[in-house]
């Protein structure tokens, strides 16, 4: 995967992840263009869609759309199935989750999904086992540790 | 403000998000933001030292600022400071902010770094994980060279938790990535592949991904991973739909591993352990019986994820090319899925049936589905499943359904989205190129192209049907004819006029008899278009015109005066009043003869790759149409870039022998034939640009790769010859280049010459896929008594081709005696794993060692007479299978190497020609003579010889060319 991003339906990104090296510039350019395209598209159209050289796997959850970029040998119908295990992962953390939970606690968005998915693969699949890791997280926020 | 804040709230982030969020308009916004960026600055500088908290804070507050979307350009040095707290929460921040705010401040990286260095070391899991994500996110080289040599030794050691695995796993692959060349796995090669048999299924998920890219690098070095990872692959799927418990998704067993474990096996080659293929067959079929099976939840993300797996199979065995009955399994497989009521299903059915089209097992089995394809193209409401059923249409057609398919591509584009029209035509203009079998078709259908989508129809497109009408003479007539007509309608599209201007100003002539377009009426028509036109279709005009001056000296005086006119001569354009100008001086000054020389008619172009697919390729990006062949020139060279069309004409007709068989390139008076490396090459590789260097540099660097492969191709005998190569033989009778063979995968041009007894050829092989062909090797040889009678040496090429590359191979042919066979050409060469073998004859035939001979009747009857024994003539009488256009039938007899003898025979409707066959041992001396029967569109052909089998020979040869 190279990137994926979360943003509303006003066009707001809510959450940009970049899997390779791009210049600030081209990131915004990116997002800005794929978000109009993708925004343009009407619900019932296909979930994929070829953009440069890349293929774009999308769906909508309520007022967030999750949109990510896959290379050509990529499988479009894993990757749907990532976003939703990634919204799924969020809903149990957050105790049905909303776009809101996401603006405020957008640093616990990143947490989660670095647990999920590390330089664009999935690195653990079971919703338990990053839910237990980000848990564990939690516990030590407040724990002094001797350096 | 949600209600939820697990972990440590810290309330004034959420208090500026909310103000944030409260902004009315954009400038209120970016004026509460500048008073918060003030605040932060005076608190970072500020004298009181901050704690942790608050310095987690503002660091925070300023990640959020910059995911905003505005310029942050301070606060790292307070991020790397929380780095190396030793509160959990703090130094999280930290990381977060450096992973997202990648600053390539030398002083800061060595800090960071330093950071990382002692996470990595404190033996703490969470710690490990946030500093192994933290090099993951950011992958710069700086990371690779401090941490590429420790992570592999983090990822194998016995002690190392699953989790930190799991992040060592693919942070070693962004590096990788990032920096392969500071990535060695080296010694951990084994227990790297290993980690595909671990217990836990999250490092197995994790660690795949980074096999799998190591493997598509070095597959060699890794192909142990195989047969684990078909074991692996068989365990899940045939496992109940519980047994892998939190690994299980909607009732489907790992699907992200499984998809994983078949993208891994596509960097391979099929098996070649009987047991380890038996054992990944049965998992293929399995998952095709599943896909029959009843769904076990109505979610659409068991459908998915069911599917996911399925298309990954279906990936596979499409890769492996090897297993009809797969293939054709996976293909009805999809028949099913065309119809089905998800798009998304319907959009990767028709995706991934275009490679199934391109396989030779089940080219057959998607051709069936070409109703509902054509349906789809027509009635779906999503313009990208639309453009995937257009693709498909495309990678489907052949010469069987061409017609059927262009047709409904064409009534499609009147309606089509503007966004892919553009592509539709070039897929349109290359199809009826390929696969016309009559030129008027081919004609109509580009005409037609340009009617409907004149704006989208690119300069390529009609350059193109230029460059055929001109090379075909038995369709000028019609093109004429044709574009005259279209001509017609009140309003035509400029790329009309263009390709009528240009075409009318060539062979106008030949409609010139009917009085509907006589040439007056054929002027004015072009000439009512001139005003609505651009510049440079105006300037396109102007030359047609002068050639008109030339074709019809009865318009000359109609013609000067418009050329006199003010509009034109004093036009302001430089281009236009310089042709008006030197146009009108020349039908003026130059005699007649002059005229004729320079207005010549244009000479065939060399035989190319239609600069179209460069086209198309260059707009779908590579890979996109890796069926076709790159061609090495860009543009097409028909009219020397369009905008000045006669001009281009003028300097080619005057630079070239002024017969339609003359060959372009000078090669039959020039090149000097000898047997070592050609000094004619250069001349070749100007036409065939890329044909030199992708000969010699591939290959040196491969040697260890490749001279293990030869062996296991050579013990394969060669195919038996083609059963069309006879017919391919018999398209360069008559010619010297062109294109002598093509398929999905491979292209053959052929370029030859001939001196005397001796000639040379140039074979270029070119790959049209986007995978390189291994083990390419190519021999010819001489079957039979073949063997005393031609002298055949041929250089080897190199043994890969890449992708998209032509290589060129030289062949040296000596003639010893008269000969009857054609030598053998066998190719082979692997692609992806399966073994291609080709053979074809190579067309060297008996008459291109002719000499041609000019001698005057009473010579010719002489010794016509002379040759008069029942064994020396050979005589054919047959039915005439193209046009009997005079132009055609002279250029086929100079084609074939005689001299064409004028005012010889007593009947001017007949031809004679003579020659003298040039091979080592003897020289025999041939006379021909053709009597076309216009009224039973027949020919009769006789030929005389000193020697009866060449008499025979020739004989044969020539009447499959009328």
Known sequence: MQFMLLFSRQGKLRLQKWYVPLSDKERKKISRDLVQTILARKPKMCSFLEWRDLKIVYKRYASLYFCCAVEDQDNELITLEIIHRYVELLDKYFGSVCELDIIFNFEKAYFILDEFLLGGEAQETSKKNVLKAIEQADLLQECTFPV | MPAVSKGDGMRGLAVFISDIRNCKSKEAEIKRINKELANIRSKFKGDKALDGYSKKKYVCKLLFIFLLGHDIDFGHMEAVNLLSSNKYTEKQIGYLFISVLVNSNSELIRLINNAIKNDLSSRNPTFMCLALHCIANVGSREMAEAFAGEIPRILVAGDTMDSVKQSAALCLLRLYKASPDLVLMGEWTSRVVHLLNDQHMGVVTAAISLITCLSSKNPDEFKTCVSLAVSRLSRIVSSASTDLQDYTYYFVPAPWLSCKLLRLLQCYPPPEDGAVKGRLVECLETILNKAQEPPKSKKVQHSNAKNAILFEAISLIIHYDSEPNLLVRACNQLGQFLQHRETNLRYLALESMCTLASSEFSHEAVKTHIETVINALKTERDVSVRQRAADLLYAMCDRSNAKQIVAEMLSYLETADYSIREEMVLKVAILAEKYAVDYSWYVDTILNLIRIAGDYVSEEVWYRVIQIVINRDDVQGY????????????????????????????????????????????????????????????????????????????????????????????????????????????????????????????PPFPERESSIL??????????????????????????????????????????????????????????????????????????????????????????????????????????????????????????????????????????????????????????????????????????????????VQTKTVEPLVEGGAQVQQVINIECLTDFIDAPLLNIKFRYGGALQNISLKLPVTINKFFQPTEMAAADFFQRWKQLSQPQQEAQKIFKASHGMDTEVLKAKLLGLGTALLENVDPNPENYVCAGVIQTKAQQVGCLLRLEPNAQAQMYRLTLRSSKDTVSQRVCDLLAEQF
């Open chain 2, 479 to 602: 093109a004429a004819k044709t574009v005259f007509e279209a001509l017609q309608a009140p309003a035509c599209h400029e790329n009309m006029v263009k390709v009528g201007g240009y075409i009318l100003g060539e062979f106008g002539n030949l409609i010139a008899g009917d009085p509907r377009s006589s040439p007056l009426v054929q002027f004015n028509l072009l000439h009512s278009k001139f005003h609505l036109c651009s510049v440079p279709t105006r300037a396109l005009l102007l030359s047609a015109y002068i050639k008109f001056i030339n074709l019809f000296p009865e318009t000359k005086a109609t013609i000067q005066e418009v050329l006199r006119s003010d509009s034109q001569i004093r036009n302001s354009d430089v281009e236009l009043q310089q042709r008006a100008v030197e146009y009108l001086k020349l039908s003026s000054i130059a005699s007649t003869d002059v005229l004729a020389t320079v207005l010549e008619e244009m």
């Open chain 2, 614 to 791: 460069a086209k198309l390729k260059k707009k779908k990006g590579p890979g996109a149409v890796s069926v076709e062949l790159e061609d090495g020139k860009e543009r097409g060279e028909l009219n020397g870039g369009g905008d000045r069309g006669g001009d281009a004409a003028i300097a080619a007709s005057n630079a070239s022998t002024p017969s339609p068989s003359a060959d372009l390139l000078g090669l039959r008076s020039t090149a000097p034939v000898s047997g070592t490396t050609p000094s004619a090459g250069s001349l070749l590789v100007d036409v065939f640009s890329e044909a030199g260097p992708s000969a010699t540099s591939a290959g040196v660097n491969d040697d260890g790769f490749l001279s293990s492969a030869p062996p296991t191709v050579a013990s394969e005998d060669p195919a038996p010859p083609l059963p069309e190569s006879d017919e391919l033989l018999n398209k360069f009778v008559c010619k010297n280049n062109g294109v002598l063979f093509e398929n999905q995968l491979l292209q053959i041009g052929i370029k030859s010459e001939y001196r005397q007894n001796l000639g040379r050829m140039y074979l270029f092989y070119g790959n049209k896929t986007s995978v390189q062909f291994v083990s390419f090797n190519t021999t010819v040889s001489c079957p039979g008594e073949l063997q005393s009678q031609l002298n």
